[in-house]
């Protein structure tokens, strides 16, 4: 009898359906000689916010960035509303760069340092990936473009340049360049952590609301208060398939920033 | 004095059809070693070994070469080899490979320093390639080198004087010839200077604009 491992098995379509948006499957990360992700696991509802806390280094924006092949793990699987990510079908041959572009469009990323980009005003940073990535036409997009300026509070904004933005305003503005390409799953890496304390408030509350929208979001964060309605999900990754019990987890999240390194995904509602 | 003067002035058509020939050949060579600068950048700029050598070894060669040098070479070598270009054709040849080496360098140091971030922003949302180039990478790295652009703007209206040694009718040509046949050498090459002077004055004026505009998304 053959032995087909698990771990290259094609995905069939018809188990498309019954998929979540975002499945993650024993990936592993290496920087040189630091492990940097061992065998992470996560699995993401459509609809569903996944939190994943931790201290800084434990490689929480490293698994982000493997999402959308900004980095490339080293083993395991990832597959968006059940495609493989990085891996053709059938031949599982390297995906080209031309169609690494494709899967990355349909995946909202929102970065810590904003990104913007600052050749184009507010209105321009929307519509520009739609437009020359998506191709959909020009009116349609700006008018949907238009309406999330006003949804995060910055219509009068539409016509400035980032440079004049305070940092809030650009996170909200890079949420909404995000939104604009209508993904199946949206990524935040640390989205509050480079503000001033008093500008966080309106980051998040544009977050909160995306949540009870039913936006799919994966949020990688410090910020304690989003993530308090969530539901311990999964511990440390050194022993990331033995599920914490909640008492255990709640200690080590008291405990988490004295770690050296853990991360743990919260998931809420 | 006033005596050469008057003779340039009364041949101000000369030394005016002069002028708009180096207009003409300045803006042509701009244009097209600017477009020509991007895939030579892009090679600078590639991982493949042998296409960033390749590039590195035009750019090199270009810098090390003085420019008359090179307009001989268009000019008078080339034939040898089959290729005849009329002295138009090899003036504007020699200016648009001299400076797009030039400017490719330009490029690819203002690329060097864009922030990685950038760049990888526009990757997360979906572009690649040639599109990544022409939308995310180009135009902040226009806006950051304009001043060194318009820079080499004014080195290729001065570049073109030297044209006039294979007799391209531009404006130092001109002012030769009216020197050499009434005799009127101060008057003649001073007068060229005032319109290059203009010239360059112009293009400074016109980045400056640009300049401002630029500031605005820093």
Request: glycine fraction near 6%; hydrophobic fraction near 50%.
């Amino acid at each position: 009898m053959p032995v087909e491992p698990a771990v290259t098995r094609p995905r069939l379509p018809a188990e498309a359906a019954e998929r979540p948006v975002l499945e993650i499957d024993g990936i592993w990360k290496k920087f040189g000689e630091h492990d940097v992700l061992t065998d992470v696991s996560l699995s993401v509802q459509r609809g569903q916010t996944v939190c994943i806390l931790g201290p800084s280094g434990s490689g929480k924006s490293t698994l982000l960035r493997c999402v959308n092949w900004l980095e490339r793990p080293d083993h395991g699987h990832i597959y968006l509303s059940g495609q493989r990510i990085g891996f053709r079908p059938v031949t599982d041959l390297p995906m080209s760069q031309a169609e690494l572009a494709q899967i990355r469009a349909r995946v909202g990323m929102v970065f810590q340092h904003f990104n913007l980009w600052p050749h184009l005003t507010v209105l321009g940073n929307l519509i520009e990936a739609p437009i020359y990535v998506q191709r959909r036409p020009r009116d349609e997009v700006v008018a949907e473009a238009e309406a999330l300026l006003d949804k995060i509070d910055l219509r009068e904004k539409r016509d400035v340049y980032p440079a004049r933005l305070s940092g809030g305003q650009k996170q909200r503005v890079a949420i909404a360049r995000a939104l604009a390409m209508r993904p199946s799953v949206l990524l935040f890496d640390e989205a509050t952590s480079a503000l001033d304390p008093e500008l966080v408030g309106e980051v998040l509350a544009v977050m909160e609301e995306l949540a009870q929208d039913g936006m799919t979001m994966v949020v990688v964060t410090h910020e304690m208060g989003f993530a308090r309605d969530a539901v311990i999900e999964v511990a440390p990754p050194d022993k990331f398939f033995e599920t914490p019990k909640t008492e255990r987890a709640r200690q080590f999240l008291q405990r988490y920033a004295s770690a050296p390194r853990a991360g743990l995904a919260r998931r809420r509602g | 004095m006033m005596h050469e003067f008057a003779i340039v002035w009364a041949h101000k058509d000369r030394l005016l059809v002069g002028f708009g020939n180096t207009v003409v050949l300045s803006l042509l060579a701009t244009a097209a070693a600017l477009t020509l600068a991007s895939p030579i950048a892009i090679a600078l700029m590639s991982h493949r070994r042998p296409v960033r050598a390749l590039a590195r070894g035009l750019v090199d060669g270009m810098r090390c070469i003085p420019f008359l040098l090179l307009a001989y070479i268009v000019y008078y070598a080339l034939p040898t080899l089959a290729i005849r270009l009329d002295n138009w054709t090899a003036g504007l040849c020699a200016l648009v490979i001299y400076n797009a080496a030039y400017m490719a360098e330009i490029l690819r140091g203002a690329w060097a320093s864009l922030p990685r971030e950038h760049v990888e922003a526009g990757l997360a949302f979906g572009f690649s390639g040639l599109k990544l180039y022409r939308r995310i990478i180009l135009p902040p790295i226009v806006l950051a080198c304009m001043p060194v652009l318009g820079n080499q703007m004014i080195q290729i209206i001065k570049d073109s004087a030297f044209l006039t040694i294979i007799a391209v009718p531009e404006l130092t040509h001109e002012a030769s010839a009216i020197q050499s046949t009434y005799y009127v050498p101060f008057a003649a090459f001073i007068s060229a200077v005032l319109l290059y002077w203009v010239l360059c004055r112009l293009v400074e004026i016109s980045v400056g604009a640009v300049e401002r505009r630029a500031r605005a998304r820093r």
